[in-house]
């Protein structure tokens, strides 16, 4: 069986392409303030003709982690869970044999708070 390649996916908010060094000498970037970016962007893959789903974060993230849109996903607005039924990329990661892992702000699930009981053990 060939080895599958480790997957890495970065993003962010509010992250304009010119802001961004590997995209090259745009007039007003600030360019040399992204290394560690810049770097993974030459060994990896650049999106150069990129553009958001939705402009708020919420909605955007569910429309990553979906492919759907937000209006269909039921998230339309910031503090809207990702309801517990929906496939995932780590859902179709992890049954083509990967281990996955969200790091960092996940907001599709702010109706949950520290009251809440704790998740089941079998929670991944």
């Not at 517990?84 to 790091?103: I, L, N, P, Q």
Request: one cysteine or more.
């Amino acid at each position: 069986m060939p080895k599958r390649p480790n997957i890495v996916f970065l993003f962010s908010d509010q992250q304009r392409f010119d802001t961004v060094s590997c995209y090259g000498a745009i007039p007003g970037a600030p360019l040399g303030l992204t290394p560690n970016l810049d770097a993974m962007a030459a060994d990896g893959v650049r999106f150069d003709l990129a553009m958001t789903c939705q402009p708020v974060c919420g909605p955007a993230r569910a429309c990553l982690q979906t492919g759907l849109y937000p209006d269909a996903i039921g998230c339309t607005v910031n503090d809207r869970a990702l309801p517990s039924d929906a496939v995932t990329v780590a859902d179709r990661m992890r049954g083509a044999g990967y281990e996955t892992a969200y790091v960092g702000k996940w907001h599709l699930a702010s109706q949950r708070s520290c009251a809440d009981p704790p998740l089941p053990d079998t929670f991944d």
